[in-house]
């Protein structure tokens, strides 16, 4: 059984992810990244791909992504 995770990513308002460090408040920790800035979070699935709509807060996103990872455990429970 291939083990899925279930994480938030957070994306620019182009809707590419964001990998860049970024400071608490959410601003890009350094300048010269060309990073634009965390618009919005999804809820990724490494078997399902995305899940549901990107969220305007990570706080939105974060149940759903307990409830997505809950219906996998629901689904590989013997
Ligand atoms: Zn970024
Ligand atoms: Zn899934």
Do not use: F, N
């Amino acid at each position: 059984m291939a083990r899925i995770t279930v994480k938030v990513e957070p994306l620019h308002a182009d809707g590419t992810t964001c990998d860049h460090a970024v400071s608490p408040s959410g601003k890009p920790r350094d300048s010269d990244s060309g990073c634009a800035g965390r618009r919005s979070y999804r809820v990724w699935c490494s078997s399902c791909g995305q899940v549901g709509k990107p969220h305007g807060l990570r706080v939105l996103a974060e149940p759903e992504q307990a409830r997505h990872r809950a219906q996998h455990q629901v689904a590989t429970t013997r």
